[in-house]
């Protein structure tokens, strides 16, 4: 397995546990917002960190690798993945938009965003990692 199929299963896993944490939350709770804003900047922080030390030991186990700049096939694989996320990204967003017109609170549209958002990352590092699978 290579250092960038490495950084993108550890990616997925970081932007999944946050994506439960904060969501799990959100669906379980009845808080005021404001609750809600500190959770969401604990959990990126949290996430940035966690993601960060599982990069670092990645790093540090395959320095070699780590070190080797980015190749054509890992930038054909970032491109790939990143059209492929794109139209999910698009869709989602309009469709989160337009919820505001059926009685959406404005609260309710943002954290709609944010799961787009978060669910077009997760599914471009599951892209990145299934294109790295199959020898893309």
Not at 24 to 41: E, I, Q, R
């Amino acid at each position: 397995m290579s250092f960038r199929e490495k950084i993108a299963w550890v990616s997925l896993a970081g932007i999944v546990f946050a994506g439960i944490l904060y969501f799990g939350n959100l669906a379980t709770h009845d808080a005021p917002h404001a609750y809600f804003v500190g959770l969401f900047v604990a959990v990126i922080i949290a996430q940035a960190v966690i993601t960060a030390l599982a990069a670092i030991v990645v790093a540090v186990l395959a320095p070699a690798d780590a070190r080797a700049p980015r190749d054509e096939r890992d930038r054909g694989i970032a491109r790939l993945a990143a059209g492929q996320s794109y139209y999910a990204l698009l869709i989602g967003v309009m469709a989160a938009a337009v919820t505001i017109h059926f009685g959406v609170s404005l609260f309710g549209m943002l954290n709609l965003l944010l799961a787009v958002i978060m669910l077009a990352e997760a599914l471009r590092f599951a892209c990145q990692i299934v294109a790295y699978r199959r020898g893309n």
